[in-house]
């Protein structure tokens, strides 16, 4: 099977879609893996015009395929008849590779203007947001901290966090404390599957297989001075720099920043391998909803909270568990999507009618940039 990766960050976020009606003169109306006539869907990196280009092409979904405008064979020009290939594992990316790029967008140890196009973004996906599997390529931002085991030289992933540029990832302080018996030693990015070396998706009898993810050693650790450890967290946010740039690719790419102080959204969304409702550690990227709630609110439940902390959730099944802690809580806004906070804390055990607490990341970017360097 092709590489079908699309760009349409808002379908996972809108229960509206606007669908292109085809020109039947010049196209029709197929399923993305059926359309033989566009010839960059199969390349790994795409340029932003090539995913507006797609994202203006959608024409509906059969399941949980989209279809496109497909230009008519007719009138395009090629040497042969299109062939299909067989299923097979996806190329290693090269994502370590330093000052890499894809598309138009360069690695660098800045945070990405959110305007380029160049973070937020991710792969299409029709799943409903929900609590579910995530698509493969669906928050590319997420790494995972890897600790080793001293006693059993076995690593595992206790924390999450997102990349916010070719250099740094933003993660929270308790799960980086100097405190700890262990500390993390590298990121893993590009995962899907914890249990496995070659991820593989089916859908319909379609099997697609990557082969994406990569670890990145970590070179320094910076948590916020004002960091106040216990139960209940203040300061909770933390940098990790890794040895070095990643390359952007449709799997590895940045989060943005928050660009507005504006009012929080109804809505917000959390991903991660947080725990699940049988109480285990996810192996697959899940995905969930959840409602902001306001501080006045949310101090009924735990008191005391402040300005560099905000509230989602209270739902019953709708919650950030541990092996969240440190990933993000994201909101969307204009085609993209920012990290608007950072799972701290919440009830125990998670999942009730209680909200969790994130750090506000709004109120930390000057302690984050002033932190960031070459």
């Known amino acids: 099977m092709r590489y079908f990766v699309l760009l349409s960050t808002f379908l996972a976020a809108s229960c509206v879609y606007s669908y292109t009606e085809c020109d039947r003169k010049l196209s029709e109306c197929k399923l993305i893996t059926e359309c033989f006539t566009i010839p960059f869907l199969k390349n790994l990196n795409k340029t932003n015009q090539q995913f507006n280009y797609l994202r203006e092409s959608i024409c509906g979904f059969q399941k949980n395929y989209p279809k496109i405008c497909c230009p008519l064979a007719s009138l395009v020009s090629h040497d042969g008849p299109p062939t299909v290939e067989p299923v097979t594992t996806t190329p290693v990316v090269d994502s370590t590779t330093p000052g890499g790029m894809a598309g138009d967008c360069p690695a660098s140890y800045l945070p990405p203007n959110p305007d380029s196009k160049?973070?937020?973004?991710?792969?299409f996906s029709s799943k409903v947001i929900g609590g579910f599997e995530t698509g493969f390529d669906q928050y590319p931002w997420l790494a995972l901290l890897e600790y080793r085991d001293r006693y059993i030289n076995v690593i595992d992933t206790k924390c999450g966090g997102s990349l916010i540029s070719g250099r740094y990832v933003l993660t929270a302080a308790q799960c980086v404390d100097a405190i700890r018996t262990i500390l993390p030693e590298s990121v893993r990015l590009g995962e899907y599957d914890t249990l496995t070396d070659v991820d593989c998706v089916e859908d319909d009898d379609i099997k697609t297989c990557y082969n994406v993810s990569i670890s990145i050693p970590i070179q320094e650790i910076m948590t916020h001075n004002l960091f106040k450890r216990g139960r209940h967290p203040k300061n909770d946010i933390a940098l990790v720099r890794l040895t070095q740039l990643v390359t952007f690719n449709d799997y590895i790419k940045p989060v943005c920043l928050p660009s507005t102080n504006g009012p929080t959204p109804s809505n917000l969304y959390v991903a991660g391998w947080g725990?699940?409702?049988?109480?285990?550690?996810?192996?697959?990227?899940?995905?969930?909803?959840?409602?902001?709630?306001?501080?006045?609110?949310?101090?009924?439940?735990?008191?005391?909270?402040?300005?560099?902390?905000?509230?989602?959730?209270?739902?019953?099944?709708?919650?950030?568990?541990?092996?969240?802690?440190?990933?993000p809580l994201m909101r969307y806004i204009g085609s993209r999507y920012e990290v608007l906070g950072i799972v701290s804390y919440g009830s125990k055990p998670c999942g009730y009618h209680i909200p969790g607490v994130y750090t506000n990341v709004m109120e930390y970017l000057d302690w984050i940039k002033d932190n960031m360097h070459e």
């Not at 160049?118 to 792969?123: A, F, K, N």
């Not at 509230?311 to 802690?325: M, P, T």
Request: net charge positive.
């Open 275 to 327: 725990a699940t409702s049988t109480g285990k550690r996810s192996s697959i990227k899940m995905h969930v909803m959840l409602p902001s709630v306001n501080l006045t609110n949310c101090n009924l439940y735990y008191h005391q909270l402040e300005q560099s902390q905000i509230c989602a959730g209270g739902e019953i099944g709708r919650d950030a568990c541990k092996g969240d802690s440190g990933g």
């Open 118 to 123: 160049c973070c937020g973004t991710h792969g």
